[in-house]
């Protein structure tokens, strides 16, 4: 329980510390600090209600207070070029986030696994090298790239699936269902590709240190079988510290993922970032980041109290 | 022949185990190649610009890339955007190194510094870094030297700890405390002790820093977010994705995602093979 709280704790600190950087960051960059909230294009007397009206004729400190009071009711503001509150936007768009990301991990896990295995119990041999250098190569890719690869070879050339969009707006029922997978197919394999090196790599050390280990020769002089010595008792072992790449790897997942939505003109936050860019809606770009961050928090919090559950020995750490 | 080996000089026997590395070799020469092509720019094609009369023309011996949807040529555009995307990516990332550089010494040479820095740094690698660049990059006004400035800005902490825990491993040693006992200033200690020490870490580390802050670059100018008036790779994927060019002419994203591809695998390949060569008793 005073692990779950600590942790808690922790992942708030760093919310609160993404808050307070970007408050800082708005407020201090060279920028016109209506700019935040309001559109560049407009009178002098506008200017100045504007300012009064997001009390941003008051001092720093009192702004920032004002904000960080906003922000636990879920406030994040007005987006000036749509004029409904960024926190309406933005949750239109988290779903479709969380589905692609959601499932690119499912799929980055259950393919990463077996690849790791293979690498490990062949290590040195010519499969390895093979797993090894895609994998590295694998981390070397530019997301848009793979990308746009995929959407150009599997989507326009074969045309097996959709190029954008996230769903079929004319399907109902379990057919809508269908289209969304549909959808999700390239965007999802566009992020397991740049995904996937960084997990069987780490999968592929962690599970050759573990078949090393007393208790690996206790099972093979027992006689247990060779599959049984490595899927049951290596791996299980070998899949603790995997996890915490998982949470290292959240950063990336998320930076993909915007990317990836981007090209593919599927609905979610990322799309929203980039459609902001295009219309300077700063108060989007700002509660992007902050919702994002959040979410990533919140993962990690998940996978340290999953593996404080997995692992006793973490808890008293 | 063992004997040969202990009588080099770590150094020497680092570049011998370097040498013997094929897969390293490949990627040095095709970093110093990239680099040649960067500063020879403008000796091998025109600055693109304007408009050209063939739009959306594939490969072809006038063309050797293609063209774009104003007709300018995608190989000029590649050649210049080398320049660009390696020299946001190679001065960002120097700027990181010295940042992370003298924050990680800081944190593990004066003890009270280790836990703020210690926090700071653990915090700002569980953001995802990717969204808090487009923001500031966004606000501060598109241009190269934006780039190179947020890049740098969110990259440091990577160098930082990596820095602090190598430069742990040496406060310790008789050596500091001697450099102590006779009166030495800690900015002498720090200069000649401490910084010496970590050079081989921050050497694979600019390489990895470099690649990441490319990679950074082409993501953030992929978004609009790059300089208007210059070529970088991201720049030109920018271009063909307005057009709507992605589903039609594959030349004008295949040659600059391959260009990408070409810098980030070779540096990474580069410190890979560094490290192996470093590292002397996994080699022999």
């Not at chain 1, 072992?237 to 998982?246: E, R």
């Not at chain 2, 946001?88 to 703020?116: E, M, N, Q």
Request: glycine residues 8%; hydrophobic residues 55%.
């Amino acid at each position: 329980m005073r692990f779950v709280v600590t942790r808690l704790l922790r992942g708030l600190l760093t919310l609160w510390f993404a808050v307070t950087v970007t408050f800082f960051l708005v407020r201090l960059l060279p920028g016109d600090p209506v700019l935040a909230v309001a559109d560049p294009n407009m009178t002098e007397e506008l200017r100045a209600k504007l300012l009064a009206d997001f009390g941003l004729d008051q001092p720093l400190g009192v702004q920032y207070l004002n904000y960080l009071a906003q922000l636990v009711q879920g406030n994040l503001g007005m987006s000036f070029r749509q004029s409904i509150p960024v926190t309406t936007v933005l949750m239109d768009r988290l779903p479709w986030t969380l589905i692609l990301t959601g499932s690119a991990m499912l799929v980055t896990i259950v393919l990463g696994i077996p690849l790791g295995v293979l690498a490990a119990t062949r290590a040195k041999g010519w499969v390895d090298r093979v797993i090894q250098l895609t994998g590295v190569t694998a981390q070397s890719l530019f997301v848009p790239s793979v990308g746009i690869f995929l959407m150009y070879v599997m989507g326009v050339t074969l045309g097996w699936f959709p190029i954008g969009g996230a769903v079929d707006l004319d399907a109902t029922g379990p057919a809508a269902w269908l289209s969304m997978l549909h959808h999700l197919v390239l965007p999802c394999l566009s992020l397991v590709l740049i995904q996937l090196g960084g997990y069987v790599l780490t999968m592929r050390s962690t599970l050759i240190e573990a078949l090393g280990e007393d208790y690996v020769a206790l099972a093979k002089a027992k006689g247990v079988k060779p599959r049984a010595v490595v899927w049951k008792h290596a791996l299980r072992n070998a899949l603790l510290p995997t996890t915490t790449i998982a949470g290292l790897q959240l950063g990336t997942l998320v930076g993909g993922a915007v990317l990836t939505e981007t090209i593919y003109a599927y609905p979610g936050i990322g799309r929203a970032i980039y459609e902001a860019v295009g219309q300077l809606d700063f108060p989007v770009l700002q509660g992007a980041f902050v919702l994002l961050a959040a979410a990533v928090v919140a993962a990690n919090l998940l996978t340290d109290v999953a593996y404080g559950i997995l692992d006793p020995r973490v808890r008293t750490s | 022949m063992t004997a040969v080996v202990t009588d080099l000089t770590p150094r020497q026997r680092t570049w011998t185990a370097f040498r013997r590395n094929p897969l390293g070799l490949a990627s040095a020469a095709i970093l110093l190649a990239l680099a040649v092509i960067a500063l020879c720019a403008p000796l091998i094609a025109p600055f693109p610009e304007g408009y050209g009369e063939d739009t959306f023309q594939p490969p072809s011996a006038e063309h050797w890339f293609g063209t774009d949807d104003i007709g300018q040529d995608v190989f000029a555009q590649v050649i210049w955007g080398t320049r660009v995307s390696m020299a946001v990516g190679l001065s960002a990332s120097v700027l990181a190194i010295v940042i992370g550089l003298v924050v990680g010494i800081c944190a593990a040479y004066f003890r009270r510094l280790d836990t703020p820095l210690g926090v700071l740094v653990d915090l700002s690698l569980s953001l995802p870094v990717l969204p808090l660049m487009i923001l500031v990059a966004a606000l501060a006004g598109p241009s190269v030297r934006t780039l190179v400035v947020v890049i740098a800005l969110f990259s440091w902490p990577e160098v930082a700890r990596v820095v602090r825990s190598s430069a742990m491993a040496i406060v310790p040693m008789p050596f500091v405390s001697a450099a102590k006992v006779i009166g030495g200033s800690a900015f002498w200690i720090v200069r000649k002790h401490l910084v010496p020490g970590v050079v081989p870490v921050v050497g694979v580390s600019v390489v990895l820093t470099t690649s990441r802050a490319v990679l950074a670059e082409a993501g953030l100018s992929f978004l609009g977010l790059g300089d208007p008036n210059s070529w970088s790779w991201g720049t030109i994927l920018h271009k063909a994705q307005q057009s709507g060019a992605l589903a039609s002419a594959w030349w004008t994203t295949l040659f600059p995602s391959l260009a990408i591809l070409l810098l980030v695998l070779s540096t990474t390949l580069l410190s890979v093979a560094y490290n192996d060569a470093r590292n002397h008793r996994s080699a022999s």
